[in-house]
């Protein structure tokens, strides 16, 4: 096998996960995420000599990832919509803590625009400042500052469990 082959190899089982998982918060969907990977690290390797060489083929896979988030929410689409909520199949048991926070955390995310869900996955769990998440997203910092504050109000509203987690303890 070609060293440029396996180094490309090495790249995307060492850093798929944690690009998985970015992309997944960026689109609320487990098979869109991996699309959306599977889309940018196709790019990557197109361009792989160029970038080995520079060190930069995470930081242009993400990159590559939120340009293409980008131009998917342009393109028209068939919007998905589930009747009723899913039925609790959780046991008493369940060993797994923190998990009902993660399913609030989950459906809340999934009621924001994909626009308002992409500038919180850059500025709060990969931590970007808004100029860095203007930058990758293609748009101006106030739209960053400006789609930051109708997600945080709408998750405010779909979520108000959310804010209660956080309160201090002798406030109600």
């Not at 803590?97 to 009621?111: F, I, K, Q, S, W």
Request: positive net charge; proline residues 5%.
């Amino acid at each position: 096998m070609h060293p440029a082959t396996e180094e490309f190899d090495a790249f995307v089982r060492g850093r798929s996960p944690a690009l998985l998982r970015s992309a997944y918060l960026l689109t609320g969907d487990q098979y869109l995420a991996e699309d959306l990977v599977q889309s940018a690290l196709a790019r990557t390797h197109r361009s792989w000599r160029r970038l080995r060489d520079t060190g930069n083929a995470e930081s242009y896979t993400r990159r590559t990832m939120y340009h293409l988030q980008v131009s998917w929410w342009r393109r028209r689409r068939v919007v998905e919509a589930f009747p009723g909520e899913l039925p609790d199949t959780r046991s008493a048991d369940d060993p797994i803590a923190g998990t009902d926070l993660r399913l609030l955390l989950r459906a809340a995310l999934a009621r924001l625009s994909p626009r308002q869900r992409a500038v919180l996955v850059l500025r709060y769990f990969e931590d970007r400042s808004e100029a860095e998440a203007a930058e990758l997203l293609g748009v101006a910092v106030g739209t960053v500052k400006s789609q930051t504050s109708k997600a945080l109000a709408r998750l405010r509203a779909v979520a108000p469990e959310l804010a209660e987690l956080h309160a201090p303890k002798g406030s109600a």
